[in-house]
């Protein structure tokens, strides 16, 4: 170790003086040792300019490096081996570039990349005659070999891209390459339109089904990306073309087919346009006014006449799956609305066609329900509970039932009047009644309808009380207590009759001579009956005038109006010669 390695490596030792001295003494006692150590010296250290003056270029190297740039480029061209290495070209380029010819040379490299450009387009044009496939094929091959010859153009003249070229008027190498490219298209009309014409032909080909080189397609359009004339110069055309296809198709296929068919073929047009195309070869931005283009041709100026042909047919044979698919395609495109009022017109017709038929009440009743739990399923699960719909349904519910001429009121009477005097109470048959009741706008004339029938059922005894409480409680139910308090008073009537009767037939059996039954009707409850005069034989003029004293005693503030109207008489006799042995009779 040197003298001078030894002292570095080496902790100078303090004088033992300076461990009693402040820290500040003792940098101001050991200047001297300071000086002299390697680091903690204060001389400077001074480094004189080394610049060397650059030499000047030959007279003939400027010239004679773009030559030999030339030639490289001339040899990627024509797909040749260079002549010079990678290397030296690569160092031609830089020196000219650091002897400022940057500029010249960007020029004379633009010059010969138009040149190549316009090789290219010479040999598009001598084959405009050719059929689409063969004319796309050739593009595709020469956008191919275009770039692959700028790559390698721009590997030659990198230190040119990366120093000059980036703030250069026509941008980078590159860019300057696919500007040139772009140009020319827009400015050879014949092989532009050559070339957007097979694309579009190749496109009509694969919508009827017909085989094309997908490759190809996929190839040219990204091309179109690439050189920004996607948008401006092949969209427009394509859309156009698009629109005029699908026109075409839709005035022809909705005139020769089923239209369950025609709506298979509309969700089917729909998702290869709007999913698979743009997948395969289209651009994203496309999918929006290409599927808007499909639907408005296909669906949206045909909404009426699809409606007018299919929707009664599928509604009528309760086609459910078609209902379905026409809603979704229908909402798609903001058409639900028309939909809406087909529906409700169906419902209003299709319920009056029923109420007006020539049908047994029960039969028409059944139909009634069948078609109400189908509309109900249709909205559920075709409409998918839609509130156009269901609001559709309710509207057109109420239309029919509410027409004075189909009477659905008498209808709903009789129906009531049937299922309540059957001796086994039916449920399903009471919610048939109540079907027609909710939506029934006159449910005061019902009632008196309903109260009418109610009294003879009482009167005659014809009538299952537990179903007519059961359906009391539901009409309570759909129009409060005030509705029905008189009709459930007249059944708390009927017990009251009999409990006074129990009455009557314990204290004074003996003294009637016959069966004798009062019914206890209040007024007011009951439907208005018009008082009869009746000569009543004397045997029941006594029984009559016991039970009104009787009564008169437990109630003196009533007052007992006998309705001989509504009474009934069994009489018993024996006919020798026929088979009977009694008869009813009724006061009317």
């Known amino acids: 170790m040197s003298n001078l390695e030894e002292n570095i490596a080496k902790r100078p030792r303090l004088n033992p003086v300076y461990s009693s001295l402040p820290f ?11 000086k002299n150590h390697p680091i903690l010296s204060d001389r400077k250290l001074i480094v004189h300019d ?102 390698q153009i721009r590997g030659l003249f990198l230190y040119l891209d990366r120093t000059f070229a980036l703030n250069a008027k026509g941008g980078s190498i590159w860019t300057m390459a696919m500007d040139l490219l772009r140009s020319s298209f827009l400015q050879h009309e014949a092989v532009r339109h050559k070339m957007l014409s097979s694309i579009l032909e190749l496109i009509r080909l694969e919508r009827t089904s017909q085989e094309i080189d997908l490759g190809l397609l996929q190839s040219v359009i990204r091309m179109l990306l690439d050189l920004n004339l ?29 239209m369950g068919d025609y709506l298979d073929h509309v969700s089917t047009r729909v998702h290869q346009e709007s999913s698979l195309r743009v997948k395969r070869y289209f651009d994203k931005s496309t999918k929006a006014p290409l599927q808007a283009i499909v639907e408005e041709e296909l669906l949206t100026k045909r909404v009426t006449t699809i409606l007018d042909k299919c929707f009664s047919y599928f509604h009528e044979n309760y086609l459910v799956d078609e209902l379905s698919l026409l809603y979704r395609l229908l909402k798609k495109v903001g058409q639900l609305n028309i939909c809406a009022k087909y529906f409700t017109n169906y419902i209003k017709t299709k319920g009056s066609s029923i109420l007006c038929d020539k049908m047994f009440v029960q039969e028409k009743m059944n139909v009634l329900s069948t078609f109400k739990k189908k509309n109900e399923y249709i909205v559920d699960h075709s409409f998918e509970g839609d509130e156009q719909f269901l609001d559709g349904l ?194 009317d």
């Open 394 to 587: 309710k509207d057109g519910t109420e239309y029919f039932i509410n027409l004075k001429e189909n009477g659905a009121i008498k209808l709903l009477a009789k129906h009531a009047d049937n299922v309540v005097k059957n001796e086994k109470m039916d449920e399903k048959q009471l919610d048939q009644c109540m079907f027609l009741f909710h939506h029934l706008q006159g449910k005061d004339e019902f009632e008196i309808l309903y109260k009418r029938d109610l009294a003879k059922r009482l009167l005659l005894d014809t009538t299952n009380r537990n179903a007519e409480k059961v359906m009391l409680a539901k009409m309570k139910k759909e129009c409060g207590a005030a509705y029905t308090s008189k009709l459930e008073g007249m059944l708390r009537d009927m017990k009251q009759s009999n409990e006074l009767m129990q009455e009557f037939n314990e204290q004074l059996s003996l003294q009637v001579p016959l069966e004798f039954n009062v019914n206890i009707l209040t007024h007011g409850f009951w439907p208005s009956y018009t008082p009869i005069h009746v000569q009543l034989p004397p045997s029941l003029q006594k029984v009559q005038d016991l039970y009104t004293n009787a009564y008169m005693t437990k109630y003196p503030r009533r007052r007992l109006t006998w309705q001989n109207s509504l009474s009934v008489c069994e009489v018993d006799a024996h006919y020798p010669k026929v088979n009977k042995t009694g008869v009813t009779i009724r006061c």
């Open 50 to 151: 080394l610049k060397v003056e650059r030499p000047n270029l030959p007279e003939e190297y400027e010239q004679d490096a773009w030559n030999r740039l030339k030639r490289a480029i001339s040899s990627i061209k024509q797909d040749e081996a260079q002549h010079d290495s990678l290397e030296v070209l690569y160092q031609l380029c830089e020196n000219l570039c650091q002897y400022d010819k940057a500029q010249e040379l960007y020029d004379l490299l633009y010059a010969e990349c138009f040149q190549i450009v316009q090789d290219q387009f010479d040999s598009l044009n001598l084959d405009l005659d050719k059929d689409e496939t063969f004319y796309l094929n050739k593009v595709n091959r020469l956008w191919k070999e275009y770039c692959e010859q700028m790559s």
């Open 230 to 258: 996607y948008h401006n110069e092949f969209e427009p055309s394509f859309l156009k073309e698009t629109r005029a296809f699908y026109g075409a198709e839709g005035d022809h296929l909705i005139e020769t087919i089923p």
């Open 24 to 34: 500040s003494n003792l940098l101001a006692q050991s200047t001297g040792h300071m």
